[in-house]
């Protein structure tokens, strides 16, 4: 089946970096689009950034600029690169397989960004 292991979580400072990674396995990597979505306290769960097969990206609004969504084919990864860190990005970040109304969801990785 489906997994999905996120890791690269952690605490920094406010204008740090950090990178998540995603290892995907038990699907063929390369035909699906891949994102990553976040979760903080009370409120609900959403996308972050997508990155598509073909290799097209989209951003939510409030990381356009400072985060970078990527993958790797050949190692079946696919990668969040975050600059620039807010308080606010603090979550649980989740990697996920985006097959239209349908979503694989990993385990998620905790985000903290202290100010």
């Known amino acids: 089946q489906v997994q999905l292991v996120e890791s690269g979580g952690g605490l920094v400072q406010a204008g740090g970096s950090l990178r998540l990674t995603c290892a995907a396995s038990?699907?063929?990597?390369?035909?699906?689009?891949m994102g990553w979505y976040r979760q903080a306290p009370g409120k609900q769960r959403e996308m972050v950034a997508l990155?598509?097969?073909?290799?097209?990206?989209n951003y939510a609004n409030s990381v356009k600029g400072r985060f970078t969504i990527s993958r790797d084919n050949a190692k079946n990864a696919v990668y969040l690169q975050m600059n620039s860190l807010k308080p606010e990005d603090t979550a649980v970040y989740y990697c996920?397989?985006?097959?239209?109304?349908?979503?694989?969801w990993g385990q998620g990785t905790q985000v903290t960004v202290s100010s």
């Open positions: 996920a397989r985006v097959r239209g109304s349908k979503v694989d």
């Open positions: 038990g699907m063929i990597f390369v035909i699906n689009d």
């Open positions: 990155i598509h097969s073909g290799g097209s990206t």
